[in-house]
């Protein structure tokens, strides 16, 4: 082996090591995570520089996570193998969020509430809105994306969120969306939009468990900060 190689297999070992006795990333910056992500894509070659292109040309970590196959690949040094590599990581982050769900598919609190939205949300480029019918034991019946938006803006269709609620004969709904690209704070918007589905719902029978917003890694709890109350039943 030259000293190159000797080099590229010093420097693998150590960022091994810093994340075995981290258990995470603490320490790491972000073409660091790159790079030890790469290594397995990649089992010779030094992969510092294509992590640092990888950031050059989308941004910043989360632009390359959230990155499609086929623009991954338009990095040079990225081939097929690397592009699936890095593509499996914001899925399966959404796995983790529905694993976590303390009983499958039944959303008996906040902490399940968010977690099974950002199982469904996190990492998407694109704002949607999905509303999630539960029965009265509060296990998933259904979920449905009512409308897919710009980076910017998302509609909230009453009569699309009306009829699925119906459908499947819910007790409650639970509402979600993202903001792919800002904080996970509501407009007047969301609020406006959120106050208006709850008013015809209750006007059913059928309660707003919550309304959740998911942005990057946060998320916002609408019955959490007080926007709007379940227990709120006026017609």
Known sequence: MNGNGEIHQGHRANLRDRFMEERGFKSFKPHEILELLLFYANPRGDTNPIAHRLIDEFGSLKGVLEARPEQLMSVHGIGPQAATLIGMVVPLTRVWFESALEVPNRIGNSRDAENYCMSILAGER????????????????????????????????????????????????????????????????DLASTLQLQHLLNGVGILVLDHIIVAGSRTYSMIQHGDIDYRNKGR
């Open 126 to 189: 694109t704002e949607r809105f999905y509303v999630i019918s539960l029965n009265a034991q509060c296990y998933v019946v259904g979920r449905r994306m009512i409308s897919e938006g710009s980076l910017s803006e998302v509609s909230a269709y009453p009569r699309m969120v009306m009829e699925t609620a119906l459908n499947y004969n819910a007790h409650s709904v639970l509402l979600c969306h993202n903001h792919p690209g800002g904080t996970c704070a509501p407009s007047a918007e």
